[in-house]
């Protein structure tokens, strides 16, 4: 049925519905014109709808531009001249958030442990009762580099004895995985279109505690500050040019959300195929590289397998119409990551394990005859 189309098991850019690639064309539009006011209002109140926020609490501010974009935009504005960041690090993003916190001149000092292994907390709390005068803490919930589900509630209670600042980047996890904005202590999350929640990519957002948005100027950047953007928004207009096609796709893609049951639907299905997908590449003798318990619903690592390295794997699954994606950093040569988010069904995934089948036993045979 969908033969023409690549399977994404790459986190993000997704495969769209049909649904939501249709609304990419809708026509034309003035981004100054009412009819933009109100397709930015209802993404607005349907993203604070995700996790039942109430407005009155809670902003959601509108970026163009990927994921990133908006991790940088809720660095450099929540963050004052006078404050302190620590940044927990056990992958890739949580080392850009070091990186972004180091561009822009931002007092941090970095957790930094062994990329994969779990937030260690008594660590973070002697970090945070050592050094004095940390304001914000800033974490990634769903690593990504290895699909390893960080403990944000446990992170947020040390936080909130110290009063200090929680900032989440869960742009692969919003929509996906429970997300307690106000139990956890969440000051501010960011998030994007294209991951959990289908939409095309081009737009993240920030989702933040009013009280938290800065007053007055003083701001380290001006494309990013999500005090002007969110004046602006609030004002039913926008700063900047949005990314307007983008945003009709994000209006569809959060209407369909809805109507297929919210994010515990979304976690639900999710586990389904990630399970599916699990016990598949077990049975072919493919071992997760995380225990049970911490890795999410929504990609999980797994150890290449003997024989066959990740070039191989990649380019014969590619042939046969599945994009997989890579490890990063050291972890490059030896594991590798399937994503379940995107329009991908248990019909996908079926024949995304034949495919691996098809690769493995050849390899082994040969493998096993060089031996
Ligand atoms: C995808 C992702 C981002 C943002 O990456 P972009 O390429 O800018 O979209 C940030 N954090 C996490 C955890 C991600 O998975």
């Not at 397709?39 to 994921?67: C, F, K, M, T």
């Not at 403990?151 to 110290?162: K, P, T, Y």
């Not at 999410?296 to 046969?320: F, M, T």
């Not at 248990?346 to 034949?354: E, G, S, T, V, Y």
Request: glycine share 8%; aromatic share 6%; proline share 4%.
């Amino acid at each position: 049925m969908r033969k023409d189309i690549m399977i994404l098991l790459n986190p993000g850019p997704v495969n769209l519905t049909e649904r939501v690639r249709a609304a990419l064309t809708l026509p034309d539009l003035c981004h100054r014109e009412r009819e933009f006011g109100e397709l930015q209002d209802e993404i607005r109140r349907r993203l604070l709808e995700v996790y039942s926020l109430p407005p009155e609490n809670w902003a959601p501010v509108l970026v163009s531009g990927s994921g990133t974009a908006a991790v940088e935009a809720m660095l450099v504005s929540l963050v004052p001249r006078d404050g302190r960041l620590l940044v927990i690090e056990n992958g890739v993003y949580g080392a850009r958030l070091a990186d972004i916190a180091c561009c822009h001149g931002i007092a941090h000092a970095v957790a930094r442990q062994a990329w994969g292994t779990p937030v260690e907390l008594d660590a973070l709390a002697r970090h945070l009762d050592a050094q004095p005068g940390f304001t914000h803490v800033a974490v990634v919930q769903h690593e990504t580099t290895t699909g390893r589900l960080n403990d944000v509630a446990a992170v947020g209670r040390l936080c909130r004895e110290r009063n200090i600042a929680l900032l989440v980047d869960a742009v692969s996890s919003f929509g996906a995985e429970a997300l307690e904005f106000d139990a956890w202590g969440v000051t501010a999350c960011v998030a994007s279109a294209n991951k959990c929640l289908h939409g095309a990519p081009g737009v993240s957002f920030v989702i933040l505690r009013r009280d938290a948005l800065p007053v007055g100027g003083g701001g380290r950047s001006v494309y990013l500050d999500l005090a002007r953007h969110c004046r602006a928004q609030d004002a039913r207009d926008t700063a900047f040019t949005p990314a307007v096609p983008i945003f009709y796709a994000l209006r569809e893609a959060l209407r369909e959300f809805e109507d297929q049951g919210g994010w515990r639907m979304r976690h639900e299905c999710y586990r389904r195929l990630a399970e599916a997908v699990e016990e598949g590449l077990v049975r072919l003798g493919v071992a997760p590289f995380l225990r049970e318990g911490e890795r999410s619903v929504v990609l999980r690592a797994y150890h290449l397998p003997d024989g066959l390295d990740y070039a191989a794997l990649h380019d014969g699954l590619k042939q046969r119409g599945f994009v997989i994606y890579a490890g990063q950093g050291k972890l490059a040569a030896s594991i590798f990551r399937v994503s379940i988010m995107g329009a991908v069904d248990a019909a996908d995934i079926q024949r995304f394990l034949d495919a691996v089948a098809g690769l493995l036993s050849p390899a082994r045979h040969s493998g096993a005859k060089a031996r």
